[in-house]
């Protein structure tokens, strides 16, 4: 605990009074304010009355278990950051916990360090959630199907950083590869900010040409332009008060940028075909998929409206930097497939494992379409791994960025993991799983990769000795 400051109280329940002492005793000389609870039924009263920050209670108890435990909890004391104990560590009880409101987690036999880290990540967002006068609960109900799912240390870093910039009016610039979420990232900031009674409005930069996009944001005078049958306030406009949220802003032209600049430096704007300014209360998030330095390098995005835009940044990760979140965020879109469907969809371990081994390049958007897509077609209840068959999506290649020597960079890339794989391979006589495990990569996804680079997987010294 840290010198000088309150220390955190901290509620152990467990029908083991062994190990209910121990882990009280062991917390007491870390420097908790501890107290315990034989069940259910002892933990609520206590917690009817007393003010606690964390309950750390087993999973597996009777009469009342740790779920319904940790329900009832939540609904005794909102604020109360919950983490479970549970020697049957499986990834259904993980998430089940997890889904009903859990911070975290934590398998017995556990060590000191790992259970006195998961408390710490437990207060330090009991503490971030008080800050911006968020509790979980709360949390869960203002974003409701939008809610950002996962508990990495990379999703946790991103909702931080939400919650101390959604209180300002700064600037927003979202980043990140498509599927990610970054429209997600943008509603949590709106919803969390001063701002959330007033409209969230949203506009996809690549999906309207320049002279549309124009009119869009900023409105026109009746007769502007053809088929300007009457005047039109632009999304500026609609979104006074609250968060225009402008998507795919790489994809702008310097044209566009310049007057979309100005209408950030000025707070105002003209609509098309008027003399007249317009005063605006808005705040912008913008986001886009593209390397907006290297845009401005190359001469098509302004340097000037990036710094403007980039006043506070946050990078959404990619899904396959964050694969502990798979489990969570499958069991998400099956439970709303259910519920949408009415039926009872049910993921197994061996579909969960599935999904974990593969890269979504498609990201969040390819693995919602993924259960989406086994939930629809499969003839049983449970989810098997067969359900999802994954594999590389098939389209065009992606435009080559070129180098100072000709080669594009996908082709460098290529020839580096070509190289990597080939001298993996012989370190290890083609034993692929070795060579996964050196690389660090999922057998499945480096079959993958060698089929894409035309590689094999059998010694050609065994295919010329056969012959």
Not at 277 to 292: C, G
Request: glycine letters at 8%.
């Amino acid at each position: 605990m840290i010198p000088g400051k309150r220390r955190a109280r901290v509620l152990v329940v467990d029908d083991q009074r062994n190990m209910r002492a121990t882990t009280a005793l062991m917390l007491s000389h870390e420097g908790f304010d501890v107290d315990e609870a034989p069940d259910g039924e002892s933990a609520l009263a206590k917690l009817a009355g007393e003010g606690f920050d964390l309950l750390l209670t087993d999973l597996k108890m009777e009469p009342m278990d740790g779920l319904e435990l940790l329900r009832r909890a939540l609904q005794a004391a909102p604020g109360i950051q919950v983490v479970m104990m549970t020697a049957y560590g499986t990834i259904d009880s993980a998430v089940e916990a997890m889904r009903h409101g859990a911070a975290d987690y934590v398998t017995k036999p556990f060590k000191q360090e790992e259970l006195l880290i998961r408390l710490s990540r437990a207060l330090e967002r009991r503490q971030l959630l008080r800050e911006v006068g968020l509790w979980a609960g709360e949390f869960r109900e203002r974003f409701g199907t939008q809610a950002i799912i996962g508990r990495s240390n990379a999703v946790r870093d991103l909702l931080a950083k939400v919650a101390r910039v959604a209180a300002g009016d700064a600037t927003v610039l979202v980043t990140g590869e498509s599927g990610t979420g970054k429209e997600l990232v943008a509603r949590a900031v709106h919803a969390a900010s001063p701002r959330a009674q007033k409209p969230f409005v949203a506009v996809n930069c690549a999906a309207i040409t320049d002279t549309l996009l124009e009119s869009e944001l900023f409105g026109h005078a009746k007769g502007a332009f053809t088929g300007a049958i009457k005047a039109r306030r632009g999304l500026f406009e609609e979104a006074d008060g609250g968060t225009l949220f402008i998507d795919e802003v790489g994809e702008t032209s310097p044209s566009f940028q310049a007057k979309l600049l100005r209408a950030l430096q000025e707070g105002e704007i003209r609509r098309v075909g008027e003399s007249e300014s317009v005063q605006i209360d808005v705040r912008v998030v913008a986001a886009t998929n593209r390397d907006l330095r290297q845009e401005i390098a190359e001469r098509r995005f302004r340097e000037d409206l990036f710094y403007r835009l980039n006043v506070v940044p946050l990078h959404v990760p990619p899904l396959r930097d964050r694969k502990e979140d798979i489990p969570l965020l499958a069991q998400h879109f099956v439970e709303r497939y259910n519920a949408r469907s009415g039926t009872r969809r049910v993921l197994t371990e061996g579909a969960v494992a599935r999904l974990v081994g593969h890269d979504f390049p498609g990201n969040v958007r390819e693995l919602e379409n993924a259960v989406e897509q086994a939930a629809a077609l499969a003839e049983r209840e449970l989810l098997q791994a067969d359900d999802f068959p994954l594999g590389p999506v098939e389209g065009p290649p992606p435009p080559e960025v070129r180098q100072g020597d000709g080669r594009s960079l996908a082709r460098i890339v290529d020839e580096a993991e070509r190289e990597a794989i080939g001298a993996a391979l012989s370190r290890h006589a083609f034993d692929m799983a070795a060579v996964s495990r050196e690389l660090g990569i999922h057998p499945a996804t480096l079959w993958r990769k060698m089929k894409r680079l035309g590689m094999s997987g059998t010694d050609p010294r065994r295919q010329r000795g056969a012959n």
